[in-house]
């Protein structure tokens, strides 16, 4: 009698391996040709204008969100991180989150291809400064609270013009 010992792959264990990595190699082919899915939205022309202002002063923050499903609406936030530096919409300073750092919430309607928004910036001077400059660094997230994008501008402040 001869015993045989399956311990061993075998031809089917074999076949069964190879068919893995065909199949494997396949999917990750596929996935490389496809075309990839376009940015939900996109942030362009960000400016700040003028870029240094006295105390007394303000400067024009701008910038343009293309949307790229405009199938639906959607509710966007735009979160401002900035010390010494107030922004204000319509008028009316943003309201300050939780976190500290001022919100901007953006309505998007339901076919709209873009939206463009303009933001009034003051600064203050501390600590007796006669000059001073502020990163203005800004975070933008969908309606998921998923940030797809970030920028961030300087505004140069000085005691008198």
């Known amino acids: 009698m001869i015993i045989r010992s399956r311990s061993g792959l ?29 940015k939900t939205f996109e942030v362009s022309d960000v400016s700040l204008n003028p870029s240094e202002i006295n105390v007394n002063s303000h ?3 701008t910038f343009s ?15 401002f991180n900035a010390s010494s530096v ?3 919409s319509g008028g009316a300073p943003l309201p300050v989150g939780n976190d500290g750092l001022q919100h901007y919430q953006i ?19 501390t600590g007796g400064s006669l000059t001073s400059t502020y990163p203005i660094h800004f975070d ?18 000085d005691l008198s013009g």
């Open 10 to 38: 075998g031809r089917t264990g074999i076949i069964l391996i190879l068919a893995v990595i065909l199949v494997v190699g396949i999917v990750f082919a596929i996935m490389a040709t496809r075309p990839p899915s376009p």
């Open 86 to 88: 107030t922004l204000y």
């Open 140 to 157: 933008f997230y969908d309606d998921n609270n998923v940030k797809f994008d970030s920028e961030t501008v300087n505004l140069k402040v």
């Open 65 to 79: 969100i293309k949307n790229g499903d405009p199938s639906k609406s959607h509710s966007l936030t735009v979160i």
């Open 107 to 125: 309505e998007i309607q339901s076919s709209q291809t873009s939206f463009g928004a303009t933001l009034n910036v003051t600064a203050t001077l």
């Open 59 to 61: 400067a024009t923050l």
